[in-house]
């Protein structure tokens, strides 16, 4: 609850707090059936001819593109699912991103410096931009671009990146703190809508569907395909809760071979399928230790089967090799389209999930400084 945030943070709230009381001013302004965005490019030697404008959705993809005449564009449409859109000009490799909804807007831009063209209209994206300055201000504050530019020096001593680290830390809860303050101040924001389900996990299964529920009571959300994606996402993930019976799948190994995780898993007393990928820098990192790990538990029943998300063999291959990981391995080579990785709800990497021996889920994403006493509880051994 607001009222129990500490009193330093109350200021810093103040300004979104304000802003989002012009929601209802907003709110009471006529609807657009649709939307339509006029551009300015300026410049003395403007090449392009073309401006091009895609959102970023990977199952529905969408791409328009506007003829830049005399440094004009226009855009016009309706979308049924509000979201970010990125926009990118003929010879540039800048990008500029707005919240589209069925409103107008006029974005001003000089085309040699794209990226930072400003963009005035639409309610969510006004709010957005006003959101990203007070960010960006809690960053310069901390002054975390020197200081990621320190951490990451070669010169800079494993103290004075730990110092770094809680500097990190502490902007990042200022930054929490104006997230949540946004969408509490805006539980129907379209864009509230798209941060539930990237936060799906930091909240309980309960409280997502109760959100859900209000974005479904609302008529201007009922084509909304992130409404689709919201619920198909709570459902997966009740899916992976300790007890329920792991999900199957089939995914060939390293020879192309196909394994079967149904006929692997009553092989062992505890199952870990671990997802990772040989691009992934943290998953090599732990490797040497899970090594360690495995060869101490595994006489005692203890399987380990690798969902690799790479899309690369030579280098998933390469990876196996080189980081002498003797348990079975499978893939799709798809990527973050992973068969497996979708129906166990797998938004990062390294992740982990125990099974037992009947196929039921122990626990998921346990934590690398805990994953022997687990082993230790399920196995029997001391």
Known sequence: MIEHLPTKYLKKMKKLLILAAFAGIFACTPKHDGYTINGTITGDSITATKVFMT???????????????????????????????????????????IFVENE???????????????????????????LKNQKDAIYAKFGMDSLMNEYYSKGTTPERRQEIAKISMDAEKEIAILDSTFYATNPSSPYTLIQNIQNLEKVTIEESEAKLASFKALPEFAENRYVTDFENAINTLKSVQPGMKAPDFTLNDPKGNPVVFSEFYPKNKITMVDFWAGWCS??????????????KYNKAGFGIIGVSLDRDAELWNKAIADDKLTWTQVSDLKFWDSEAAKLYYVRFIPQNIFIDQQGNVIKRQVAKDEIEALLKEHLGVK
């Open 55 to 97: 959102n970023s959705s990977r199952t529905n993809p969408i791409l328009d593109t506007a003829d830049l005449v005399d440094g004009k564009f226009v855009f016009q449409g309706k979308v049924t699912t509000p979201e970010f859109y990125v926009f990118t000009i003929e010879g540039s490799k800048e990008k500029l991103r």
């Open 104 to 130: 107008e807007y006029n974005l001003e831009a000089a085309f040699k410096e794209f990226g930072k063209g400003v963009v005035t209209g639409g309610f969510t994206n006004t709010m957005l931009v006003e």
């Open 282 to 295: 943290p998953c090599r990192a732990f490797n040497p230790t899970l090594v360690e790990i495995y060869k």
